[in-house]
């Protein structure tokens, strides 16, 4: 479960360093919709990433896997430019 103890214990540099883990981990979802050849390309820094998430925290891991959705649902409806 979430602790939120867990956020008053990281840092500035740490919140941002996740900040951009999850906004890495969206670009890539976005190859995902790209096609075969692309996803390919997408699979392995993907599963790394997540892989790393489930490592650190499971809510850190769960906001990954939303990160991923968002970006899937946000290409397919046209709210991003790709």
Do not use: C, H
Request: a positive charge.
């Amino acid at each position: 479960m979430f602790d939120p103890e867990e956020l008053r214990r990281r840092n500035l540099v740490s919140l941002g360093m996740d900040l951009l883990i999850l906004v890495t981990t969206g670009f890539l979802a976005i190859l995902f919709t790209k096609g075969l050849m692309a996803s390919l390309v997408a699979l392995i820094p993907v599963g790394t990433l997540l892989y790393f998430g489930w490592a650190s925290s499971r809510a850190f891991f769960v906001s990954q896997l939303l990160a991923i959705g968002v970006a899937i649902v946000a290409t397919y409806t046209y709210m991003l430019p790709y």
